[in-house]
């Protein structure tokens, strides 16, 4: 990403009022960029923005949201009283990446699998102690990161995201991983930094573009021998 987009995407994912109205301006001046790039102009991001976001000056509720065809950034805010993600959510028929930042919530709302055409997920929950069987729905994933969690177990459900290239485990206490991680045939990075795997499942050696896999910092003290299967281009094993 454009290293101006993500100063502005910042700026308008702070409380702090006078950023986003700074984000605002500054957006303008490459408003034909911003169109190319996130397939929206900047009004219906800051429409957007505000529909998600109603601690700043931005109150207007998205006035159509089929127009947004290519979001990049929505925040579910982690206040005190954030009660849940708004119900209009499954009308963003073509959000393509849906990010979540909580330092209170335990659970992912239910809003969230209906997203079933995202292809990028972020979370980051510092409360969460279980994956929901239900991300198999997002079937349309290629991305998918969950980091800072209280997760140690997922779902076998996790193999039914048939699309997935990318998934990125970093710092959750996850022991090891379910064997229906076989099924994602189109994975090429697997990141597993600061988690407490003991082993890996022998059906790792089924990721056939795998290229990437990191475990550093786990409690690793052997590899199955079916990793030898892997076409790996780098394997990182620090700190184990």
Not at 53 to 70: D, E, G, V
């Amino acid at each position: 990403m454009r290293p101006e987009f993500i100063r502005l995407l910042g700026l308008f994912d702070s409380r702090n009022t006078e950023n986003i109205v700074l984000a605002t301006q500054l957006a303008t001046h490459f408003s034909a960029d911003f169109q190319k790039y996130f397939d929206c102009s900047v009004e219906e991001y800051l429409d957007l923005f505000s529909f998600f976001n109603k601690y700043t000056l931005l109150t207007q509720k998205i006035a159509n949201p089929l127009k947004i065809k290519s979001f990049h950034f929505i925040k579910g805010v982690d206040y005190e009283d954030f009660s849940g993600l708004p119900k209009g959510l499954h009308t963003l028929k073509n959000l393509c990446l849906f990010s979540l930042y909580s330092s209170t919530l335990n659970s992912i709302p239910n809003e969230v699998f209906s997203l079933i055409n995202i292809d990028e997920l972020f979370l980051r929950m510092y409360q969460l102690q279980t994956l929901s069987t239900a991300i198999g729905k997002l079937k349309n994933l290629k991305e998918f990161t969950i980091h800072d969690t209280l997760i140690a177990i997922l779902p076998e459900e996790i193999g039914l995201l048939e699309n997935l290239q990318w998934l990125n485990l970093w710092r959750n206490p996850i022991k090891t991983l379910p064997s229906s991680i076989e099924k994602l045939e189109q994975l090429e990075d697997l990141i597993l930094n600061e988690n407490k795997i003991e082993y890996l499942p022998p059906e790792i050696g089924n990721l056939k573009n795998l290229k990437y896999l990191s475990l550093e910092n786990n409690h690793l003290s052997n590899l199955p021998q079916e990793i030898k299967k892997l076409s790996l281009k780098k394997l990182v094993l620090t700190q184990n």
